[in-house]
Structure formats: C-alpha cells, structure tokens
C-alpha cells in the first residue's frame, strides 16, 4: 500500500499570509506512460464532506479559487494557499490514487492565526 | 448539478448487517467509476472501495479491512451506487460516503453521507 504523509498536522497562518501543506508518498505516484500525477488535494470543512481542490498534482478543480495552487512530482507534494481567507478553514488531505487501495494522508488542520 | 445522496445508515449491533444506497444524479452514472468511503468520529479518511464503469471493465475493488465482509454494487438502470456490510463491527462506526469519479480522480464528487453507529 502507499502510505500518504502530510506535514504539519495543524498550521494557524494569519489572514493574507500564504499557507504550504506538504504530502509524501513512500512511493512514487507519477505514471510513467503520459507523465502524469495521480496525486489530488481535498478540503473538508467542518460538518461537510470532502471537496475535490487540486487533481494530477497541479491542475485546479473547476470553480476552486487561483489563490490555491498544488506541485510538486513524483513522491513530494504542496498545496498552497498564497493568501489565506477566513473561509479556508478547514482540513486539507491529500490522496493518491495511483494505485488500489487509494489512500489519503492523515490530514492537516488549518486554522487562522 | 451533480448530486449524490446516500441513505440506509444507522445504529446497528456487533455482526449485524446493513445496506446502503447512493442515488446519483446531474452526471452519466453508467460511465462514472463509483466509489465508498468512511471517516471515523474525529478522525481521517478511509478508502472502502470502487466499482469502476461497465465500458472500464467493471472491476471491483476492496479494502483489506472490508473484504470479505462488505459488497460493493452498482444498478445503472437506477442511477444507484450500494453497499452492503455484513458481519459489522464496532470499528467501522463512521460517516459514509459515496464518491463519483468522472474523470480527474475516483472523488471528484462526494455525497453529504450517512452516518452508521455500530452499537450493543
């Protein structure tokens, strides 16, 4: 199984300050066959379900606000806020689904400071 | 507007058995790879499994922790995603939730859940 971990597990980053959550792979998530990423980003706010942001790694789901961008290749990711709003408060998680069975990472807490 | 909504949960005792129902709707069901999954009160998330597009081969795919004891259908002619669990435990108390995927991930879509207690 590929395991997914985020770093941190909570984040508190003042209002219009940039926001980084980092995912790791133990095994790298990139097809080799068209170059892509099978590596997404979620929110999850509280009282609701998941919410798809960033998919392939980089490429933002439709109606997701620019301020939220993803990168990285291979087994290292980012998700990153550039300017935090209020209503980014929630808790991210990055899955891979690369390969059965699809795992998430535990999770990041992002709060305002 | 792409909608899923999931019913069936409930309290249930140890070894007991439920099934759950996802109705879809807003989207091509019969080409969406559909998925479950779980989340533990105040905990992360939990892939159960798939079942992929007929014209995708149909396959099913489980959990370790489930297989075995949960069943993963489709009926295209509903629009209706299922799971059935038997032999339930105490552990898999959680929120489900039932995921479309129609073409970026397996969640690109995710219902508003159902809540399944199991409890003696």
């Known amino acids: 199984d590929i395991v997914m971990t985020q770093s941190p597990d909570s984040l508190a980053v003042s209002l219009g300050e940039r926001a980084t959550i980092n995912c790791k792979s133990s095994?790298?998530?990139?097809?080799?066959?068209?170059?892509?990423?099978?590596l997404a980003w979620y929110q999850q706010k509280p009282g609701q379900p998941p919410k798809l942001l960033i998919y392939?790694?980089?490429t933002r789901e439709s109606g997701v606000p620019d301020r939220f961008s993803g990168s990285g290749s291979g087994t290292d990711f980012t998700l990153t806020i550039s300017s935090l709003q209020a209503e980014d408060v929630a808790v991210y998680y990055c899955?891979?689904?690369?390969?059965?069975?699809?795992?998430f990472g535990q999770g990041t807490r992002l709060e305002i400071k | 507007e792409v909608q899923l909504v999931e019913s069936g949960g409930g309290l249930v005792k140890p070894g007991g058995s439920l099934r759950l129902s996802c109705a879809a709707s807003g989207f091509s069901f019969s080409n969406a790879c559909m998925s479950w999954a779980r989340q533990a009160p105040g905990k992360g998330l939990e892939w159960i499994g798939r079942v992929k597009s007929k014209s995708d081969g149909g396959t099913i795919d489980y959990a370790a922790p489930v297989k075995g004891r949960f069943t993963i259908s489709r009926d295209d002619s509903k629009n209706t995603l299922y799971l059935q669990m038997n032999s339930l435990k105490t552990e898999d108390t959680a929120m489900f939730y039932c995921?479309?995927?129609?073409?970026?991930?397996?969640?690109?879509?995710w219902g508003q859940g159902t809540l399944v207690t199991v409890s003696s």
């Open positions: 095994q790298s998530v990139l097809k080799r066959s068209n170059n892509k990423n099978y």
């Open positions: 899955q891979q689904y690369y390969s059965t069975p699809i795992t």
């Open positions: 392939r790694a980089s």
């Open positions: 995921g479309a995927g129609t073409g970026a991930t397996d969640f690109d879509y």
